[in-house]
């Protein structure tokens, strides 16, 4: 399997534009999860979907944040308008089932955000 | 108190030494423990899963969790340059799993 991919790698924007970060998850994966990571604030969890259906979106900072699932192979997270706090490193990771059973994620290598 | 506590270093040891991670959590409702290796520009990748307290071994790496403390170890034995890079220690409750914030780790040649 290829794993979890994302794109872009990395996206450099202006301040104000909108950015949309993009995943597909490992086949046959049912969670799907977008953390953010930061020096400061080391690995947050955004949001998580289990099939298709966003479970717990507390970790999303600001309505700003946006992600959706419209079917098993593709998510996204958008941000609008975007602002340099933005600036992080935005990971995409998969699960085969629920993490309380005993399954672990696999992450994608990342997308590079900088908003200047 | 943040629910996981991780030194972020950074930890600098020469070759061939023996390193010594650590993690210390507040929730007792953490199930699984893991901890994850992240080279520079890249994801994390699962190294150790563990689920009792106690220790497993797996080549040069032994982790090692103590419920009662609430304390997570992780070892490195004969560590190598490529042991170089960001330790994160993490645990499940309910469907997420809690990162730390990592440590960075140097091995020098």
């Known amino acids: 399997d290829a794993g979890v991919i994302q794109s872009p790698r990395h996206e450099v924007t202006e301040m104000g534009q909108e950015v949309t970060l993009r995943c597909k998850p490992i086949?046959?994966?049912?969670?799907l999860f977008w953390y953010r990571q930061t020096m400061m604030r080391g690995l947050e969890l955004l949001i998580y979907f289990n099939n298709n259906v966003p479970i717990d979106d507390s970790g999303m900072p600001e309505d700003r944040f946006s992600a959706k699932m419209p079917n098993a192979s593709f998510s996204t997270l958008k941000i609008q308008p975007s602002e340099p706090r933005d600036s992080a490193v935005y990971f995409c990771?998969?699960?085969?089932?629920?993490?309380?059973?005993?399954?672990?994620?696999?992450f994608g290598e990342g997308s590079w955000l900088t908003v200047v | 108190q943040k629910e996981v506590e991780q030194d972020p270093g950074p930890l600098s040891v020469p070759e061939g030494a023996i390193v010594s991670l650590n993690c210390t959590y507040s929730?007792?409702?953490?199930?699984?423990f893991m901890w994850y290796r992240q080279y520079s520009r890249k994801g994390p990748e699962l190294l150790m899963y563990?689920?009792?307290?106690g220790n497993k071994e797996d080549g040069r790496f032994t982790a090692q969790v103590d419920k009662s403390s609430k304390y997570i170890s992780l070892f490195i034995r004969d560590s190598q340059p490529s042991d170089s890079a960001t330790y994160l220690c993490a645990m499940t409750r309910d469907d997420k799993i809690i990162f730390g914030k990592g440590t960075r780790l140097h091995i020098l040649p």
């Open positions: 086949s046959g994966h049912d969670y």
């Open positions: 563990t689920y009792s307290s």
């Open positions: 990771a998969s699960s085969l089932d629920s993490l309380s059973s005993g399954n672990t994620i696999y």
């Open positions: 929730n007792s409702a953490f199930q699984y």
